[in-house]
């Protein structure tokens, strides 16, 4: 079956503007979780959504924000971009549901962000 | 979650088997031990998890201590393409928080040709 989908793979886009992601999990799968990879950072945790809603959230501020669709997919927007939010941004899927024991998670590719 | 201690780096030879350590001293009795690996620029892959008794699949076998302190992840034939981070992380996996990875810094294997 198809995997995680995250679309765009690569984006510029210069300071102060805003971008949205997009992620497609795995068919079935109802958990989504967003993640920011930094050479400084490491990867560190951004939210997570669950049958459209948002669940847990990272330390991060508000710029950064997302939402879940009926089908699953989610999105994930950061408004007024600094330079700083340069990143790999990963979505992953997992079946979620407290009773699940499938609770392992599939990434994506991740989106290349650069913000120039 | 607990937290985890590894190596920073570790070399194998191809074809040999590659064994990384993690430890997990402060794991309470519902946390898992799970393994993800990162190869460069690519989104984290799940290899394997495990509570206490050992676990093995088609990439790795996982080695749990019976105290549950610390676990090793082997590979037993270890290719160039295994080269990547590693990432060592214990949770509870019906937790609240569900889905929330903490990953630390991850051993970086080299495998050497």
């Known amino acids: 079956k198809a995997g995680v989908t995250q679309t765009p793979r690569y984006l510029i886009k210069t300071r102060g503007q805003q971008v949205t992601l997009s992620c497609s999990p795995i068919?079935?799968?109802?958990?989504v979780s967003w993640y920011q990879q930094t050479p400084g950072q490491g990867l560190q945790f951004l939210f997570e959504?669950?049958?459209?809603?948002?669940?847990n959230k990272g330390n991060f501020p508000g710029r950064f924000s997302g939402r879940q669709f009926s089908n699953s997919r989610s999105e994930m927007n950061v408004s007024t971009l600094e330079l700083g939010d340069s990143a790999l941004y990963l979505c992953?899927?997992?079946?979620?549901?407290?009773?699940?024991?499938?609770?392992?998670?599939?990434f994506g590719q991740g989106t290349r962000l650069t913000v120039v | 979650d607990a937290k985890t201690t590894q190596p920073t780096s570790m070399d194998c030879a191809e074809g040999r088997a590659a064994n990384l350590p993690c430890n997990h001293s402060?794991?309470?009795?519902?946390?898992?031990v799970y393994w993800y690996r990162q190869i460069h620029s690519q989104g984290p892959q799940y290899i394997i998890h495990?509570?206490?008794n050992n676990e093995t699949n088609e990439m790795a076998s996982l080695i749990i201590t019976e105290d549950r302190k610390s676990s090793t992840l082997i590979l037993p034939h270890a290719t160039l393409r295994d080269t990547a981070v590693y990432y060592c992380?214990?949770?509870?996996?019906?937790?609240?928080?569900?889905?929330?990875?903490?990953f630390g810094s991850g051993t970086q294997l080299t495998v050497l040709p």
């Open positions: 992953a899927s997992s079946l979620g549901g407290t009773g699940s024991m499938n609770t392992e998670a599939f």
């Open positions: 068919s079935g799968h109802r958990s």
């Open positions: 959504y669950f049958s459209e809603t948002q669940r």
């Open positions: 402060t794991i309470s009795g519902n946390e898992y």
């Open positions: 495990g509570l206490k």
């Open positions: 992380i214990v949770r509870v996996p019906h937790s609240g928080s569900a889905r929330q990875l903490t």
